[in-house]
């Protein structure tokens, strides 16, 4: 257990944080999940600065049900700043791959421009 007011580095060293107000727990989980789905206003506010490209993977953008075959892919885990410059590149979508190789779905520039948009909010 580490115990920070940093929310910045409990993002960059913990697999799980517990976000506490009040001496109560109003929301534990993975980095991820907090930042994607804050259970309270008050979580809500607390991560509302955080770069969600930095946190969040390709997978919270992941649109599946469309047709796979592109010729480029990135992992599902991978953070959506990493393919931020490959959709700049070429606006065609990028196959998103599960941890066995297998195309689960595509990410294109809208998916990942409403998580950059949802930032300046």
């Not at 907090?34 to 969600?52: C, L």
């Not at 959709?87 to 421009?113: F, K, M, Y």
Request: aromatic share 4%; glycine share 6%; hydrophobic share 40%.
């Amino acid at each position: 257990m580490f115990i920070t007011h940093d929310f910045a580095e409990a993002l960059r060293l913990g697999d799980r944080i517990a976000i506490m107000k009040d001496g109560s727990f109003d929301q534990i989980g993975t980095p991820e999940e907090i930042v994607s789905s804050p259970a309270t206003p008050y979580v809500r506010e607390f991560v509302n600065d955080v770069p969600r490209a930095k946190v969040l993977s390709v997978k919270t953008v992941t649109v599946s049900g469309q047709s796979t075959a592109y010729s480029r892919s990135v992992a599902a885990s991978a953070k959506i700043e990493t393919i931020i410059p490959m959709l700049l590149e070429r606006d065609e979508p990028i196959t998103v791959l599960d941890a066995n190789n297998n195309a689960i779905g595509v990410v294109n520039r809208e998916g990942v421009a409403g998580i950059l948009q949802a930032e300046q909010k």
